[in-house]
């Protein structure tokens, strides 16, 4: 009998824990829905597409949005990047993966941002919350709020980090949205998913997303895994001065949805036509192009590409507007307004600064809106002259 009262008890303190967890929003185990979509950056034409609209766990892809809220604060000059950043003691038990903070301390929010880009710690992504918004549960009502109103209507978060709840659910399409937003409204912050290593006192964190060491182009942005989602990525790329976004829910393994996601942009970049270069009324600068070709064909050079238009005066006016607002970083530059004939037989006019210096074409993309740095082949370039 009392064998039989111990039995009784276990069955009913496991069923009482499995509902406990189900309360507080963990999923089940569960088979992730595979997704992808890939995008013209430039222009939003779609690439490739699968299931892009199938509501799955974003995981720690969540975090995009989060760090999508950090640059705002940055942007509004309520946050420098050397902001302390308090740590409850609600943040430090967050599980991992976590940077193992002490409650009481502070961290800046450089780090926090470095934090969550290479580490994707879950306790940093509690401060944040918490530090912005009061609570996390508040945050993430400030988090779904936003991605509505940037067009992710699809898309619910119930916490900032992206750890397993029932409720937080969104789509490729809608994470290609909130990536196509970080390019666009915050170019000088998102260099920071580049970074591919991250030390925080003492300790040395590598970037989960391996594309940027193993695929050209590569430069952002994040990786996310639950085992309810799957193998999540998105990935941002360019190649001959155009960008692709390439999104990934419920890969396997993250090999398995790495291979996938190189096959895709691959795929991508083929299908986008590069149409004939010619150039502006500007004097030509790349003499020096010329000299270096004919020794070899590695020399890369630099520019900025300031936006794809429907006509060109439109082109060449926001190339000369570039030039205009910072002269003392593009004064040596050269436009080049190139004609793109798209698959769905869209003709557009890609403007473009070109023959200036690596670190002025990133200084003068952190000023000027809209703006994106490219390396440019010098044999490349001459071959479309």
Request: hydrophobic share 40%; net charge positive.
């Amino acid at each position: 009998m009392t064998l039989k009262i111990k039995q009784r008890k276990f069955i009913l303190l496991a069923y009482a824990l499995v509902v406990t967890v189900f309360c507080l929003g963990f999923p089940p185990t569960a088979d992730a829905k595979y997704a992808s979509y890939v995008i013209d950056f430039e222009t939003g034409d779609v690439l490739h597409a699968v299931n892009e609209n199938t509501r799955n766990y974003p995981a720690s892809l969540t975090k995009l949005m989060t760090l999508y809220l950090v640059f705002e604060q940055l942007e509004k000059k309520k946050w420098s990047l050397q902001t302390p950043l308090t740590i409850s003691h609600r943040a430090a038990r967050q599980p991992a993966s976590k940077l193992g903070l002490k409650p009481g301390r502070t961290i800046p929010v450089k780090q926090a941002i470095l934090a969550l880009i290479t580490k994707s710690a879950n306790d940093v992504a509690t401060v944040i919350a918490e530090n912005i918004s009061g609570s996390e549960r508040d945050f993430a009502l400030h988090m779904t709020a936003k991605a509505r109103a940037i067009g992710m209507h699809k898309t619910t978060f119930r916490n900032a980090s992206g750890l397993p709840h029932r409720g937080q659910l969104s789509t490729a399409r809608d994470m290609s949205i909130l990536a196509q937003k970080l390019l666009l409204e915050y170019p000088r912050y998102y260099t920071f998913f580049s970074t591919k290593y991250f030390s925080y006192k003492g300790r040395n964190f590598k970037n989960h997303n391996k594309l940027l060491k193993t695929y050209t182009g590569a430069d952002g942005i994040k990786t996310g895994y639950i085992r309810a989602s799957g193998y999540n990525l998105i990935v941002s790329a360019t190649r001959n001065g155009q960008r692709v976004i390439g999104v990934i829910f419920g890969g396997k393994t993250a090999r398995q949805r790495n291979t996938l996601m190189t096959r895709l942009l691959n795929k991508s970049f083929s299908k986008m036509t590069v149409g004939t270069h010619y150039t502006a009324d500007v004097k030509p600068t790349l003499k020096k192009m010329r000299g270096h070709a004919r020794k070899t064909s590695h020399v890369s050079y630099w520019g900025i590409q300031v936006g794809a238009f429907a006509r060109q005066k439109q082109a060449v006016n926001a190339a000369r507007q570039a030039l205009k607002s910072v002269p003392q970083l593009l004064h040596n530059g050269e436009i080049k307004i190139s004609p793109l004939k798209k698959k769905n037989g869209r003709k557009l006019y890609r403007a473009r600064i070109i023959g200036i210096e690596k670190h002025s074409a990133f200084r003068a993309c952190k000023l000027i809106k809209d703006c994106m740095e490219l390396r440019i082949t010098a044999n490349e370039e001459l071959a479309s002259r």
